[in-house]
């Protein structure tokens, strides 16, 4: 899915550097439950991300299908 949506928005760079930071983002909230088991955390961060995320992809999908040479 990561690599599918790199390659969807390669033209528009801003989406590439977002999908970026937020896989970081996501890699660095793992190493941190992995090294200190911190599951109450990471459930509070994925609750409080998970939610804008997908409607942020959804937002950016429709607007693909809209206009896609935007």
């Not at 949506?5 to 930071?21: C, D, I, M, N």
């Not at 983002?25 to 459930?43: A, D, Q, S, V």
Request: aromatic content about 20%.
């Amino acid at each position: 899915l990561y690599a599918f949506t790199t390659w969807k928005f390669l033209k528009q760079p801003s989406y590439v550097t977002a999908l970026t930071g937020a896989f970081i983002i996501n890699i660095g909230i793992i190493m941190i439950e992995l090294n200190y088991r911190l599951h109450e955390i990471t459930g509070i961060f994925t609750l409080i991300f998970f939610p804008p995320a997908a409607v942020f992809l959804l937002l950016i999908y429709i607007n693909y299908k809209i206009s896609p040479y935007d």
